[in-house]
């Protein structure tokens, strides 16, 4: 004979003794407890979000004088003779000129051209970018007018800057973080895209400023810097100033990784 | 049991686990969404999937892997291991939304292929602080992956028990290779002593309840039968074992157990031809021997399933003396017959 008051579960039975139902009854309790605490531990350690912002639905014409001093850039009138330089981005992890070469060769001279473009805006503490994602929406509405680029002016010779090198598209608002270690392989493969790098400084009072990063002869470098991306750096070099942007002109080989222990251990 | 292979044999108690999973699961994401919106608004939804449904996978991988000892120290627990399985894949579509998500957003769109970029666009290997965690988290996804693949009865079956079983045991390196993921990665960026602490609380938890678990089984294994004559080496007496029950000896190296039923006694080897489950932890059921992990069954006199299934497992001759029972550590071919002793 079967000994009736002898318990024992078995899954395809239906039933369940009283026992071994409390006890799954207080498992189950206490793993949504379980699962509650980790939920609230985990979202309420979170570094709070920036608040940048990438309109990825919604597409907004810009028009403005096109540059690349080194990097695509328009120039943008905001009000009776103040302008800003919006840096132009292609979609993904790429950089504006595979976007820019159907103009590039229907005009002669883009640089100093009026041209409208169609995209999305990326924005964050002052500063202003554009995705191209179709060269469709790249017009021509005046030919190149030198008179109407913007003026460099050299400010500082060999200043040393503290910081982190990262990709402005998606520190300005396309990644929450967009930078630091989680985000650092993204921002290789951005900047190796032909993103331009940019070095972001933050001083004692927590203000911030970007410098778009160059070689000593201001032209653009994108896959001699990667090591360098997304860890705390020391950059030296000449400070130029492109109107509402910073350009930091380097030699590469000088940068220093700034080796930070971790905060964990 | 079954004879034919389908997805998913359904019966009440399943439906009604897989209910709480799912309940678990929602409840879980409502929170840490939730909390997020309404405490830190500026995030963004991508950022948002990534880490709800990341810890999830890892809560959910906590709870997976308490389940096993709590199951082997406690029998009430065993509903849980049941359909544990469905709750595996549940914890590896989390993880594959976590990663998949991360690639598309960290790896992918660029000028190289995403799987190499997992590897290549980091390459500070031989440094603790800059490590590359998302290699750890891609191998962690692997394994989960293959084990959620295989977790069908199916595989079971084709890849034999044993290899099975080394297959699922790797959810041990899978665990190992997230928490380093964990903390070589989010925790680096963003240390709080709530994550930590949580995270060393799970892995204190699991390791502990692994060894008191494993120091159980290792005594039980190192208890030798003390008498042996004319190679019949004495277990125990048949008061001993309870009515539809057994006892387990270590015989020779191999665990048996000593079922009693209908006045009589039978002796089988100990583990499960499905799952490798404690057979002497079983219960005989309508005459047959179940397994207390997912109730397969035995005839305790010739080690088979009943038909129309074809399981078999080794059987054992006893003797009674004296109602003093002896077994002969010599195990029979699988499914071999021995008629019990009456008594």
């Known amino acids: 004979?079967?000994?009736?008051?002898?318990?024992?579960?078995?899954?395809y039975v239906d039933n369940i003794s009283v026992k071994t139902k409390k006890t799954v009854t207080n498992f189950v309790f206490f793993g949504i407890l379980t699962l509650i605490t980790i939920a609230v531990i985990f979202a309420f350690t979170q570094n709070t979000f920036k608040n940048s912002t990438f309109e990825l639905t919604t597409n907004t014409k810009i028009m403005g004088v096109y540059h690349e001093m080194p990097y695509p850039m328009l120039k943008v009138k905001t009000a009776e003779n103040t302008f800003k330089n919006i840096l132009l981005l292609g979609f993904g992890k790429s950089s504006a000129n595979p976007f820019l070469k159907k103009i590039r060769n229907e005009i002669s001279q883009l640089s100093g051209s009026m041209v409208s473009i169609e995209g999305n805006l990326i924005?964050?503490?002052g500063k202003t970018l554009l995705q191209i994602t179709n060269d469709e929406k790249i017009t021509l509405v005046e030919k190149a007018n030198s008179q109407k680029l913007p003026q460099t002016k050299s400010l500082v010779k060999d200043m040393e800057l503290k910081g982190e090198i990262i990709d402005p598209k998606c520190y300005f608002g396309v990644m929450k973080p967009g930078k630091g270690k989680i985000h650092r392989s993204c921002a290789v493969l951005c900047i190796s895209g032909g993103i331009p790098p940019v070095l972001a400084t933050t001083d004692e009072n927590n203000i911030s400023e970007y410098y778009l990063i160059t070689d000593l002869k201001g032209n653009p470098i994108n896959k001699k810097i990667l090591p360098y991306i997304g860890k705390p750096s020391l950059l030296t070099g000449n400070i130029v100033q492109l109107e509402d942007w910073y350009q930091l002109q380097i030699d590469v080989n000088t940068i220093k990784d700034l080796n930070r222990p971790s905060k964990i251990y | 049991m079954g004879v034919n292979y389908q997805p998913v044999l359904w019966n009440r108690n399943k439906k009604i686990y897989d209910k709480w999973i799912v309940i678990g699961m929602l409840i879980y994401l409502l929170c840490f969404i939730g909390i997020t919106i309404i405490t830190n608004n500026e995030t963004s939804v991508e950022t948002l999937i990534i880490r709800a449904f990341g810890t999830l996978a890892i809560a959910l991988l906590h709870i997976i892997l308490v389940i096993g000892p709590l199951a082997r120290l406690n029998s009430k627990f065993?509903?849980?291991?049941y359909n544990r399985r469905h709750l595996g894949v549940s914890m590896f579509l989390a993880a594959l939304v976590h990663?998949?998500?991360?690639?598309?957003?960290?790896?992918?769109?660029?000028?190289?292929?995403?799987?190499?970029?997992?590897?290549?666009?980091n390459m500070d290997y031989g440094s603790l602080a800059n490590f590359p965690f998302q290699v750890l988290g891609f191998f962690a996804l692997v394994i989960l992956f293959l084990m959620a693949a295989t977790s069908h009865d199916f595989w079971l079956k084709n890849l034999s028990?044993?290899?099975?079983?080394?297959?699922?045991?790797?959810?041990?390196?899978?665990?190992?290779l997230i928490i380093l993921h964990v903390f070589l990665g989010a925790l680096q960026q963003q240390p709080s002593i709530g994550s930590i602490a949580i995270m060393s609380l799970g892995f204190i938890t699991i390791a502990t309840l692994h060894l008191v678990t494993g120091s159980k089984e290792t005594k039980a294994d190192k208890t030798k039968t003390q008498h042996i004559e004319n190679g019949w080496e004495?277990?125990?007496d048949i008061d001993e074992v309870p009515e539809d029950r057994a006892k387990i000896f270590i015989v020779g190296k191999e665990r048996i157990a000593v079922f009693k039923y209908d006045n009589k006694l039978s002796a089988i080897s100990n583990v499960c031809k499905h799952q490798g489950g404690p057979l002497g932890e079983g219960k005989v059921v309508d005459g047959c021997v179940t397994c207390p992990w997912h109730g397969y069954q035995y005839l305790p006199?010739?080690?088979?399933?009943?038909?129309?299934?074809?399981?078999k497992i080794a059987t054992y001759r006893l003797k009674n003396d004296n109602n003093k029972i002896y077994v002969l550590p010599e195990a029979l071919a699988e499914g071999t017959e021995v008629?019990?002793?009456?008594f």
């Not at chain 1, 004979?1 to 899954?11: A, R």
């Open chain 1, 123 to 125: 924005y964050y503490n």
């Open chain 2, 339 to 342: 008629e019990p002793i009456t």
């Open chain 2, 161 to 176: 028990p044993k290899t099975w079983k080394r297959l699922h045991m790797m959810v041990y390196l899978a665990y190992g």
């Open chain 2, 301 to 311: 006199h010739n080690g088979q399933s009943p038909p129309p299934f074809t399981e």
């Open chain 1, 1 to 11: 004979m079967e000994n009736k008051e002898d318990d024992f579960y078995i899954g």
């Open chain 2, 234 to 236: 004495y277990v125990c």
């Open chain 2, 78 to 81: 065993l509903p849980l291991l």
């Open chain 2, 99 to 121: 990663g998949g998500f991360s690639v598309f957003q960290f790896h992918s769109l660029g000028n190289v292929n995403p799987i190499y970029a997992i590897f290549t666009s």
